[in-house]
C-alpha cells in the first residue's frame, strides 16, 4: 500500500512514531474475554481523528501483559486516518506493533500527538453516569499533559531522542 511499488507518488519524510501505551485498563474485578476501548481523538495540530468502535480480546486474569487491545487500537487508528480526507497517512511501526508513524503532506516530523479520551463515551470513568461495573481500557502517548483531568484525560507525545527519515510513498 505504501511501498515504492505501489505506484503511488512519494515523498520523504521525518518520523516520530506514536507510541502507544496501555494508559488504564479496568476490568471491573472480574476475568474478562474481551475490553471494549473507549473513545479516543488524535489530535496534531488543528487535524483531528475519532478512533472508536475498538473491542479486543483481553487475557483477564494476565491483562497486565496483554496488548493485543492495544494493538487493535492503533490498527483501527491506521484504517481511521487513512480513510479520512485530507493529505495524513498512517501505518503500524514495524518495529512496535503498538505504535503508529503519522505522516503529513509536508514531510516534517509530525510532534505534539495528543489523545484526548471521549468523556462521553457511555463507558467512560469521566461520563457522570458511569457506574463502575463496566469494563474498559484506554490508551496513552508520552506522558499526562500539565491539564490532565479525570473528567478530560490528555496525553501528548514526548520529542523522540533518535530522528529517523524515510520515504513514504501514499499518494497523498
Not at 481523538?41 to 480480546?57: C, Q
Not at 503498538?98 to 489523545?115: A, D, F, R, V, W
Amino acid at each position: 500500500k505504501f511501498g515504492p511499488d505501489s505506484g503511488l507518488s512519494c515523498r520523504e519524510v521525518k518520523i516520530n512514531p506514536a507510541k502507544f501505551k496501555m494508559g488504564h485498563v479496568y476490568l471491573s474485578g472480574r476475568s474478562r474475554r474481551s475490553v471494549p476501548v473507549l473513545g479516543v481523538d488524535i489530535i496534531l495540530g488543528n487535524k483531528s481523528w475519532r478512533v472508536e468502535g475498538v473491542r479486543a480480546p483481553i487475557d483477564g486474569p494476565a491483562w497486565q501483559n496483554d496488548d493485543r487491545w492495544l494493538k487493535a487500537f492503533a490498527a483501527k487508528a491506521e484504517e481511521t486516518i487513512n480513510d479520512s480526507k485530507g493529505k495524513f497517512s498512517a501505518e503500524i511501526d514495524k518495529k512496535n506493533p503498538g505504535s503508529l508513524n503519522i505522516y503529513g503532506p509536508t514531510g516534517n516530523m509530525q510532534k505534539n500527538i495528543e489523545l484526548k479520551i471521549d468523556t462521553t463515551d457511555p463507558i467512560s470513568p469521566g461520563n457522570s453516569v458511569f457506574s463502575g461495573t463496566n469494563p474498559y481500557a484506554y490508551p496513552a502517548i508520552g506522558s499526562m499533559s500539565n491539564d490532565f483531568h479525570y473528567r478530560y484525560p490528555k496525553y501528548t507525545s514526548e520529542n523522540p531522542k533518535e530522528i529517523e527519515t524515510t520515504t513514504v510513498c501514499d499518494g497523498r
